[in-house]
């Protein structure tokens, strides 16, 4: 079933303005019902703000009633309202303007939404791991100047992308606490590339003063001239 327009938003702001049931949100959104419920209990995006998928055209509030009465009916989304989404594979391209702020937005994400993989950061930010590790482990070359920035405010990923992959980590962690999927199964985000260094990510070479001759450091003395 297609999902809605940032999924985990949506499902925030059904959690607080229905009486839809944790399974009815959970398939509408694309999630699992026990994401839904950390919602509830204010456990799971509590920095994501709602969204309203009545007044953006994805759902209406007959929809809603029909399956506030009836909890084993499940919410119809209205396909004409949601456009094609395309995925592509390897790291989000950063324009040149925001890539001296991805150390900020990494930083943000560590900080706050520890449970995203560093493959899913790396698509996120468009960097690659080795920057990441270094910003985690403070060996970073700028690290004295790197402060924590949401990359939704700083324009280097949107909500939407943000919401999906925080869902998609939740949603794996609840499988690995349940047994049904190892702790280390691969990341199917992970690639290659995303091992190699970051050729953004160096620091700058300090400019080196031409080194004076041997003649120029001597002075002249005025006395041996004259004789």
């Not at 959104?29 to 709602?50: K, N, P, R, S, Y």
């Not at 939704?152 to 949603?171: H, T, W, Y």
């Not at 199964?185 to 050729?199: F, M, R, W």
């Not at 003649?215 to 004789?227: C, G, I, R």
Request: with cysteine.
């Amino acid at each position: 079933m297609t999902q809605p327009l940032m999924p985990l938003a949506t499902a925030v702001w059904l959690v607080d303005n229905t009486s839809l049931t944790f399974e009815q949100i959970a398939e509408f959104c694309g999630l699992h019902a026990l994401e839904v419920q950390g919602i509830a209990d204010e456990q799971v995006a509590m920095h994501i703000v709602g969204l309203d998928p009545v007044a953006n055209g994805q759902l209406t509030w007959e929809e809603i009633e029909r399956c506030q009465k009836d909890s084993n009916a499940r919410l119809k989304l209205r396909q004409d309202e949601v456009p094609a989404r395309t995925r592509s594979r390897g790291p989000r391209y950063t324009p040149v303007s925001k890539r001296q702020d991805r150390p900020d937005a990494i930083a943000w994400l560590l900080r706050y939404h520890p449970e995203l993989s560093d493959a899913q950061l790396c698509k996120l930010i468009g960097t690659t791991k080795p920057t990441i590790a270094s910003i985690r482990e403070r060996s970073h070359w700028n690290i004295a100047n790197i402060k924590p920035r949401d990359p939704v405010s700083l324009g280097i990923c949107k909500q939407r992308d943000l919401d999906e992959a925080v869902a998609r980590a939740v949603a794996k962690a609840e499988r690995v606490k349940a047994g049904a999927e190892p702790a280390n199964a691969p990341d199917p985000e992970d690639t290659p590339d995303l091992d190699l260094p970051d050729p953004d990510d160096v620091a700058p070479e300090a400019s080196e003063e031409p080194e004076a001759s041997a003649d120029s450091e001597v002075s002249e003395d005025p006395e041996d001239k004259a004789s």
